[in-house]
């Protein structure tokens, strides 16, 4: 790469910004369109809900199963290659969901939802890659504002469910088929758009500035579990984003069906899950810009706190559409606090040569963690409830709240 004066940095990173706020917005369609759906239509498939639970497993699994490789890539060839990968990944997976749905297969379409997980490993990335040249005090500002440009096309795409089903209908698709088609078109147009707007790359910049040299890692993931356990605050923000994303998942996968149960149509769900993701995204600059100046543990432990207030309205909110809303949008505020501010954390707490494998071992971490609860609400709402399903959400990130406080570290203040 030829090199480029540090003088220029501060405009290639708005130049890197402003691509992967566009990516988010294009992919955040795709990925909240099949969100708004997936469960439901292994319900209809399979008529279990146990089985319904899956969905949520499949694409969370498929994000984690994805962290890693799209790290790997990223640490050899830039963040447009790991960037590449995912949504490569997750174009593959939404042709092959429609193919499922086609077919009636219940459990092909599991499968293709782990490859459209995918997708997600690659927005979550994207929060990186916006932290590569950002200035000192300025981290979680600037990662924040990549989440936040999600808002547009998450909240678009599940209200863009209908429209889409019935184009799919009229073109001769299967009842559903038609949001996954529309994903699919989605993350094609994302794959274009990271090949070619993000040049130069802000990971092999920063590198080039720093003189940092690229290692090949034959073990990367023991080395970056090692690099987390030296860190303090890496642990700290290691725990705040996997918890968090798991009381996030764990709920909201099991929302449709409880919707769906209560007589609710697709339009409310659609809506009741625009706001959730509205929730997710849209506060994030203000909570970015919260983490900066109030500290990182503050933030994440107030995010635990929401979680909580999320976690009771879903215990006790029956099948009441606003309350169970209200509680939604909660859950989705929780999660931006807990992934801001711990990603903020783990960044600034390793150096730069090692921080893309340990970035994907945070993103595995939390997915995994998210796959495993959206695995075990699916058997608590089929075997006890999902007011149960709130309660112990409630009571666990309760729990992380207090842990992360008490084991705090001295708050980052942003400079003036």
């Not at 707007?197 to 920063?206: M, S, W």
């Not at 023991?222 to 994303?245: C, F, Q």
């Not at 939390?366 to 609860?373: D, S």
Request: proline share 5%; charged share 10%; aromatic share 4%.
């Amino acid at each position: 790469m030829t090199a480029i004066p540090l003088e220029s940095h501060q405009k290639v990173q708005r130049r890197t910004l402003g691509v992967l706020s566009l990516v988010q917005i294009v992919s955040g369609m795709g990925i909240a369109v099949v969100l708004a759906l997936s469960s439901l239509m292994v319900y209809e498939i399979s008529g279990s809900e146990a089985i319904s639970g899956l969905a949520g497993t499949a694409t969370v699994l498929g994000t984690a199963l994805m962290a890693l490789p799209a790290a790997r890539a990223a640490d050899g060839g830039g963040r447009r290659a790991g960037l590449s990968l995912a949504y490569g990944a997750a174009f593959l997976g939404c042709l092959a969901a429609v193919g499922s749905i086609e077919l009636g297969s219940a459990p092909l379409l599991l499968l293709s939802l782990v490859l459209v997980g995918a997708g997600s490993a690659g927005n979550l990335s994207a929060r990186y890659a916006a932290t590569d040249l950002a200035p000192p005090g300025r981290t979680a500002r600037h990662l924040s504002l990549v989440v936040w440009a999600a808002t547009i096309g998450s909240v678009a795409g599940p209200n863009l469910a209908d429209p889409a089903d019935a184009l799919g209908i009229d073109l001769g698709l299967a009842h559903s088929a038609g949001p996954f088609a529309l994903a699919a078109i989605a993350f094609a147009a994302s794959l274009v758009v990271i090949n070619a707007g993000l040049r130069p790359d802000p990971l092999l910049l920063a590198r080039q500035a720093r003189a940092v040299p690229v290692a090949r890692r034959r073990q990367p993931l023991r080395e970056a579990a090692a690099t987390v356990r030296a860190a303090p605050a890496a642990r700290i923000g290691l725990l705040t984003i996997a918890a968090g994303h798991t009381a996030m998942v764990s709920v909201m996968s099991m929302t449709p069906v409880h919707l769906d149960h209560g007589h609710a149509g697709i339009s409310v769900i659609g809506m009741v899950l625009s706001l959730h993701i509205a929730g997710m995204f849209v506060f994030s600059p203000l909570v970015g810009w919260a983490a900066d100046r109030l500290g990182r543990a503050v933030v994440a432990t107030a995010g635990m706190g929401v979680l909580v207030a999320a976690g009771l309205l879903a215990a006790f909110g029956g099948h009441d559409v606003p309350v169970i809303t209200a509680g939604l949008i909660l859950l989705g505020l929780g999660w931006s606090c807990s992934l801001v501010a711990g990603s903020a954390m783990l960044t600034e707490a390793v150096d730069l040569e090692r921080r893309p494998a340990v970035q994907g071992l945070s993103d595995l971490t939390m997915n995994v963690c998210g796959a495993a609860g959206a695995l075990l609400a699916g058997a608590i709402v089929g075997t006890l409830s999902y007011p149960a399903l709130g309660l112990i959400t409630a009571a666990l990130t309760g729990l992380t709240g207090v842990v992360v406080w008490r084991r705090r570290t001295r708050p980052h203040l942003a400079s003036a």
